[in-house]
């Protein structure tokens, strides 16, 4: 038994050394061959790192935000055609979300928190240092009850502030560098769209990717956003927090019941406002980077595949060029299924050799991608063996053709061969 696992390894080995031999004598043939394999490796990778970071993002979002909370909006989520008709845009003609159905789905048994909020733009100016367009967001005041923020410095506004619209703002750390440096925000005023509004706060913003890159934020009392600055307070949206006592699915129906009562709609009557769940925007979100992979796994098996033609090019060729070494091994006492196996090794090498390099681009990148976005993307061990295993899987079936040829030459035929 040891000798026969010894005579293996021994082969294996061989068949291996073999195949460099004959990458080297052919550089050209053979890089084009690893460069086809490598390209199909690497597009895999970099993909399955990305996605396996979005993931781990949207995840980590969602849990911020409370696993049981969900959004009240005008619209709803949908990829459906819309030529601006009735027919196909019902929704469009849905009312706004008010303030007086805030204050009403506040009082229901189930609900713990409602608020609104609204995402605005303006320009931001403190000196000499301006930024053209900054992020404002709009929130009631029970923001920190809701989503409570990581504070740096300072506070959040309060209830009084925010029913008051009082001209105050609570910045994100990049605001803060990019507009004070290291000088104390506090106290400081900054100019919103030419207007002056007092910083109270500091607050760390983790960057992911539903929220976006480095990018300065502001964070105001929404009623400070409708009358100074003017934001158009139609496209407001509520969040729901569910008591913990209650399942979400209750709170859902006692929210979507008190909601079609006050609009008086009748049963049978499609409603005219969207709940999103989490589950709702995890099966958007599948839906659109669901298409995006697929697209790419294409892609690279159109490298796979340039990669496998290769393969069976260079073999055969190089079944051509060694017929005469061969017959000579065959004359020795070699077996049809030592010459396979040689050859297939040498498919094998040639694609192996290509993952491993494609391999170790799509890490390199994906450590790039990790540290200059706000995507964690990092290498599944799924998708390291599911380059392995396709390499593999591409040299066994491209160089089958080759390597039984050379399995079936004659060796007295091999032998004349010049």
């Known amino acids: 038994m040891p000798s026969s696992v010894s005579a293996r390894i021994f082969t294996l ?3 291996v050394r073999i195949a460099f031999d004959a990458m080297r004598q052919n550089k050209v043939r053979a890089g084009l061959t690893i460069l086809g ?19 781990e993002s949207v995840a980590h979002d969602f849990e911020a935000a409370g696993p049981t909370t969900f959004f009240l909006q005008r619209y709803p989520i949908t990829f459906e055609t819309c030529d601006g008709s009735g027919d196909t845009c019902r929704w469009r003609s849905n009312p706004p979300i008010t303030f007086g159905e805030l204050a009403a789905l506040q009082r229901l048994e189930t609900v713990d928190q409602v608020g ?12 000499d240092r301006e930024l053209s367009q900054v992020q404002l967001i709009g929130f009631t005041g029970n923001w920190p009850l809701i989503n409570p923020p990581e504070m740096v410095d300072g506070r959040v506004f309060t209830e009084q502030e925010a029913r008051a619209a009082s001209r105050v703002v609570v910045l994100n750390h990049i605001a803060k560098e990019r507009l004070f440096g290291d000088e104390d925000a506090l106290g400081r005023d900054v100019n919103l769209n030419s207007g002056p509004f007092t910083v109270i706060g500091v607050y760390k913003d983790n960057t992911s990717f539903l929220a976006g890159s480095d990018r300065p934020k502001f964070v105001l009392p929404i009623l400070t956003l409708e009358r100074h600055l003017h934001a158009r307070i139609r496209g407001m949206a509520l969040v729901v927090k569910p008591r913990s006592s209650v ?17 008086g709609l009748r049963p049978g009557r499609e409603s005219n406002f969207a709940l999103i769940t989490q589950d709702k ?32 090019a260079i073999m055969m060729i190089s079944v051509t060029e ?26 094998v090498t040639l694609t192996a050799t290509g993952a491993m390099i494609g391999l170790l681009l799509g890490w390199v990148v994906s450590l790039i991608v990790r540290q200059s976005t706000p995507i964690a993307a990092s290498v599944p061990p799924y ?36």
């Open 281 to 312: 925007l995890f099966e958007t979100y599948n839906k659109v980077f669901g298409m995006f992979f697929l697209v790419m796994i294409a892609l690279s098996a159109v490298g796979l595949l340039v990669g496998g033609v290769g393969v069976v």
């Open 383 to 418: 998708a390291v063996l599911a380059a392995l295993a396709a390499s593999a899987f591409t040299g066994i079936i491209f160089g089958m053709l080759p390597a039984a040829r050379a399995s079936r030459l004659d060796p007295v035929e091999a032998l004349r061969h010049e």
């Open 13 to 15: 080995a061989e068949g």
């Open 116 to 127: 609104a909020q609204i995402g605005w733009g303006a320009s931001a100016k403190v000196r």
């Open 322 to 347: 060694r017929t005469r070494e061969i017959g000579v091994r065959k004359a020795l006492g070699a077996t049809r299924l030592t010459i396979l196996w040689q050859f297939l090794m040498e498919a």
């Open 37 to 55: 394999v490598a390209v199909g490796v690497f597009v895999v990778v970099v993909m399955s790192a990305a996605v396996h970071g979005i993931n």
């Open 247 to 263: 399942s979400q699915d209750q709170t859902i129906d006692d929210v979507t019941a008190a909601m079609r009562g006050m609009r």
